[in-house]
């Protein structure tokens, strides 16, 4: 009964940070995020991995198990909580808008949860991101793909694209 109890009453705060933040929690499949780190992008322990609206922290914990250090950005202050007590000392999440949020130097896979809503923000701000850190960075999509952009290789809804700095000194 109180976990029935517990589990209404997160439901709801749940629903009510959303109706608060405009920020809607839908996870990747955890199947195909395992995959994705394996066939597609073969996570190693030298990678440092930030996921941009890291809900509850699912995606990084699989990175994590795969070695890599991780940053997940989440405007959720509730679902921040979570993924950071799920991640421990394998990483660190910031409650923020990853719009304005900035990438560690040391970024070497930024992973999205993308919505057809959001690609051309999505675009600017990896090219704004590897312009400002003069380095190539590599991004993962989950859903909607970058438009303009061909991917270097796909896995069923993941794709990677490489954004190249455009800006020279
Ligand atoms: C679809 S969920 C994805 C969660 C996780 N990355 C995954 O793939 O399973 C999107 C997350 O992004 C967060 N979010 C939405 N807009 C955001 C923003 N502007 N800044 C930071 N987080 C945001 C939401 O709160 C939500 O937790």
Redo the contacts with the bound molecule.
């Keep these: 009964m109180t976990l029935l109890l517990i589990a209404i009453a997160t439901m709801g705060l749940l629903f009510v940070l959303t109706a608060l933040?405009g920020?809607?929690?839908?996870?990747?499949l955890r199947k195909e995020v395992k995959l994705a780190f394996i066939e597609l992008y073969p996570i190693r322990p030298t990678d440092v991995v930030v996921?941009?609206?890291?809900?509850d922290g699912?995606?990084l914990i699989e990175a994590a198990r795969l070695g890599a250090h991780c940053y997940g950005?989440?405007?959720?202050p509730l679902?921040a909580l979570i993924a950071k007590l799920r991640l421990g000392s394998a990483g660190r999440v910031t409650v923020?808008?990853?719009?304005s949020y900035q990438l560690p130097g040391d970024v070497t896979l930024v992973?999205a949860?993308s919505v057809s809503r959001d690609t051309v923000k999505l675009q600017r701000y990896m090219q704004r991101e590897a312009d400002r850190l003069k380095k190539s960075i590599t991004l993962m999509t989950?859903g909607a793909g970058i438009p303009d952009k061909k991917p270097l290789a796909h896995r069923k809804a993941h794709a990677l694209y490489t954004f190249i700095p455009l800006q020279a000194d």
């Design positions: 933040f920020a809607p929690y839908v996870p990747s996921d941009l609206g890291a809900g699912k995606v950005v989440e405007l959720n679902l923020a808008n990853m719009w992973y949860f989950f």
